[in-house]
């Protein structure tokens, strides 16, 4: 069975409230499924393009808070 509300009951900032709270649960509760094939590239994009950059440090290399925090 559907339940109703009958909104036009309330006064005018009442029905505001409720449907900017309505608009909130929405935006919280319905799940967005809009990734596109432009998401995947741009993904594929970034990491091919972090492959690019890395490299690797010496086996004996030692990681120096104190050191990196000099100016």
């Known amino acids: 069975m559907a339940k109703a509300i009958r909104i036009e009951r309330l006064p005018e900032p009442a029905r505001i ?3 900017d709270f309505y608009e909130f649960l929405v935006k919280k509760y319905v799940p967005v499924v809009t ?3 432009s998401d ?5 994009l970034f990491f091919k ?6 490299f690797s440090l010496p086996a004996n290399y030692t990681f120096d808070r104190n050191e990196l925090h000099e100016r």
């Open 17 to 19: 409230e409720l449907y």
């Open 35 to 37: 990734k596109t094939s």
């Open 40 to 44: 995947h590239e741009a993904k594929k």
């Open 49 to 54: 393009n972090l492959a690019a950059r890395t």
